[in-house]
């Protein structure tokens, strides 16, 4: 089934619903955001591109993004969502990659497309020739796709080279939505979805079970991350979901704290995307109370490996509440998740090894990359390439990504648990930890630290608080200090970055 027939369905039994709000101000009801979808689909389908093609989005999250996705899906094409925050030419290189006959950009964005030399059709949205597609007479229908069939086609992040292109069938995206339902939250008609994190990614994902549901879609006026502008747009619209980054959602603790908010008007923050370390969340929740869903997914699968319960992230009664709350939570319903050795059999509950999953919302593989895709699906199961381990109650809690394992000495350390107790120190505010080759134990482990607001790294005062948690082996050999650590476009710290400082600076 199409994704687009879930807008087809709302807007023919709920249309004067309002569905897309940029700031405070209605933009479109479900009729009107369903008469533009299914006009411009009919202006795709007149420039020669239906099922098989790919149109993509380099868009800012602005109102016309929906409306742009949901129209190439009434075509019978599928989307290609590139992050607004990529440079014209690696957006170029996805749109050459994937065979984009077409792209659709932001007035911002277009210009750095025309300079990459990109190949396709690009038009700018909103535009004069934007509006002039949508005069054309809207499909009755979206055109027919199977479950099978190609819906969105999304670039992993590429922080160990060029970006693959994960194949997200509409029978995925689908199930992902369904599963939502039944692991993380429910969506109820007076909701509103607040896209504060790129459209191109998760919170992009995760409008589709909103339009099933007939909930408000909102569009920060500022087009991406701003604490004061969310808590804003919360109360004035209430009952509000967002999708954030672990970062985010410090970055919202810390601006509560600072400002006096309350963070009034949200009723749940599903956070994924990156490590959330235990006296993160802890804090989120003793600001804002029980809000909080954590999911784990990857492109490979998305937003549908495991999910940490609203319950469970604000339990403290439990008297394992702290390894739960470190956990990603339980494998959701539509997919089995196992801990796998190297050869991929199945270790016991407690023991560490790869996050294995398959089910409903595995990719079929990757874009034109038979090579990357047997490498990725083995009998079936989805190697994710990180590290992990599942309790008896089936909790999983990840470690680290198979190439962050440090091991020093012979001994298996993973870095995040460095992290976790150096985070635990008043002076500082990020951590990240690599290994560093020696000679004598084959890598050390060293930490870059950026210090609290107003505060001061005490490299020995660190010291001294890593041996008073973990084992002496693990802890830092050296400490390096930065005013702020690398990140990617999606807020994931940048380990091949910090190692690459390690080699230019010969420490």
């Not at 879930?6 to 569905?19: F, T, Y």
Request: aromatic share 8%; hydrophobic share 45%; with cysteine.
């Amino acid at each position: 089934m199409n994704l687009a027939v879930w807008l087809d369905r709302i807007a023919a039994a709920e249309g004067a619903r309002p569905a897309l709000i940029a700031g405070t101000v209605l933009v479109a009801d479900y009729a009107r955001f369903r008469t533009q979808a299914a006009a411009l689909g009919a202006a795709l389908i007149a420039e020669g591109i239906g099922p098989g093609d790919r149109v993509a989005l380099f868009m800012k999250n602005i109102p016309e993004y929906l409306i742009a996705e949901y129209a190439v899906w009434y075509a019978g094409a599928a989307v290609v969502p590139i992050n607004a925050k990529l440079h014209g030419r690696e957006a170029a290189w996805i749109i050459e990659n994937s065979g984009a006959a077409l792209a659709f950009a932001t007035p911002d964005l277009a210009p750095a497309l025309a300079e990459a030399g990109v190949g396709c059709e690009v038009v700018v949205a909103p535009s004069a020739d934007y509006a002039a597609m949508l005069e054309a007479t809207p499909m009755a229908q979206p055109v027919a796709r199977t479950g099978e069939d190609l819906a969105w086609l999304f670039y992993t992040s590429g922080t160990t080279g060029k970006p693959k292109g994960v194949m997200m069938t509409h029978g995925m995206l689908q199930a992902m939505a369904l599963s939502y339902f039944a692991d993380a939250d429910d969506v109820r008609a007076d909701d509103a979805a607040l896209y504060a994190a790129p459209l191109s990614h998760g919170a992009g994902i995760y409008n589709m079970m909103h339009v099933l549901k007939g909930a408000r879609h909102v569009f920060p006026p500022s087009g991406g991350f701003d604490a004061g502008e969310i808590f804003s747009l919360a109360r004035h619209h209430g009952s509000v979901h967002m999708f954030a980054a672990p970062t985010m959602v410090k970055r919202m603790t810390e601006h509560a704290r600072a400002a006096g908010e309350s963070g009034a008007g949200l009723r749940t923050v599903v956070y994924a995307g990156g490590p959330m370390y235990l006296a993160d969340i802890i804090e989120a929740v003793e600001q804002f109370g029980p809000i909080f869903v954590q999911i784990y997914g990857q492109g490979e699968c998305p937003m549908s490996i495991t999910a940490l319960s609203r319950h469970d992230v604000a339990d403290r009664g439990h008297p394992r509440w702290r390894e739960r709350l470190a956990s990603v939570g339980r494998a959701q319903a539509v997919v089995e998740v196992m801990i796998g050795d190297a050869q991929g059999n199945p270790l016991p509950a407690g023991e560490t090894g790869e996050i294995m999953v398959r089910g409903a919302t595995v990719m079929p593989g990757y874009w034109q990359n038979p090579e990357a895709t047997a490498k990725t699906i083995v009998n079936g199961w989805l190697l994710t390439g990180d590290m992990g381990r599942m309790d008896g109650d089936g909790y999983v809690t990840m470690q680290d990504r198979s190439k962050d394992l440090i091991i020093s000495g012979g001994t298996n350390i993973y870095p995040r648990e460095v992290e976790e107790v150096l985070l635990t120190h008043p002076s500082v505010s990020e951590a990240s930890v690599v290994g560093r080759p020696s000679a004598e134990w084959g890598e050390d482990v060293v930490a870059f630290v950026v210090a609290a607001p107003g505060g001061a790294i005490d490299e020995a005062a660190l010291d001294a608080h890593c041996l008073e948690n973990i084992a002496r082996f693990k802890r830092p050999k050296a400490y390096f200090i930065l005013p702020e650590l690398p990140k990617n476009n999606y807020g994931k710290v940048l380990k091949t970055e910090l190692r690459k400082m390690l080699e230019e600076n010969g420490k």
